[in-house]
């Protein structure tokens, strides 16, 4: 099936500084969906992409959909503390509303 | 903003016995809904898709008679866990789709279920 690769597995930084994580896949897509998920908890919606190409922010959150509709990435800036978690990215595979998740990037955030 | 809710979070059971999961869309209505297992550190796996009045689609290795889900209507679907086992524990979260894509898939907080 299709797949999501997303990168990095995992980061660690400082509290202030910017973060950039991304999504790959040899499959076209026509929605990218960024989650956030804390421990314990479903994951919870950050930004929706539904056009290549297109450029989203929410706060300190950016995401991208790649022109070639096979990438996104989402950044955060100015990181703080409650960022921490694993951010996931998810789109639903063509032709049905199956969602594909990337393995996720897990954040942790360094007073 | 749509809302999907998850009972019980946490649920302790014995080898052997039953459990059930609900999912409800609580402004919504979900002519379907998704069912997905979270092992440890590692991303969501899709289980079913729930639809309303009408069986679940099962994915390729998921037994359709151990996760038994029921829709019966356009606000709720449950999971029950059968003849639970201690691999059966793990966290299991639900999803649904308020009002087309526009708005993203939502998900339920999860349920912990942790079979002794």
């Known amino acids: 099936g299709q797949q999501l690769n997303q990168s990095p597995q995992s980061m660690f930084i400082q509290e202030g500084e910017d973060v950039s994580m991304n999504c790959t896949s040899s499959?076209?897509?026509?929605?990218w969906l960024w989650y956030k998920q804390d421990p314990g908890e479903g994951p919870v919606l950050l930004i929706a992409l539904y056009k290549a190409g297109e450029l989203t922010s929410n706060g300190r959150l950016t995401a991208q959909f790649g022109i070639t509709r096979k990438d996104s990435f989402l950044n955060i800036s100015a990181s703080i503390p409650s960022d921490v978690g694993i951010y996931f990215c998810a789109a639903p595979e063509g032709g049905s509303e199956k969602l594909v998740f990337g393995k996720g990037t897990k954040l942790t955030v360094n007073p | 903003g749509a809302v999907v809710s998850q009972h019980p979070s946490r649920v302790i059971c014995k080898s052997g016995t039953s459990v059930k999961i609900e999912c409800r869309s609580l402004?919504?209505?979900?002519?379907?809904m998704f069912w997905y297992r979270q092992f440890p550190k590692q991303s969501l796996m899709l289980m079913a898709t729930?639809?309303?009045?009408?069986?679940?689609?099962?994915e390729q290795g998921v037994e359709k008679d151990k996760f038994l889900i029921n829709h019966a209507s356009l606000t709720l679907s449950t999971l029950t866990v059968t003849s639970a086992h201690p691999e059966d524990s793990s966290f299991y979260i639900c999803?649904?789709?308020?009002?087309?894509?526009?708005?993203?898939?939502?998900f339920g907080s999860g349920t912990r279920l942790t079979v002794v």
């Open positions: 999803s649904a789709i308020p009002g087309g894509t526009a708005i993203g898939y939502t």
């Open positions: 729930s639809n309303e009045g009408s069986k679940a689609t099962y």
């Open positions: 499959s076209i897509f026509n929605t």
């Open positions: 402004d919504f209505q979900a002519t379907t």
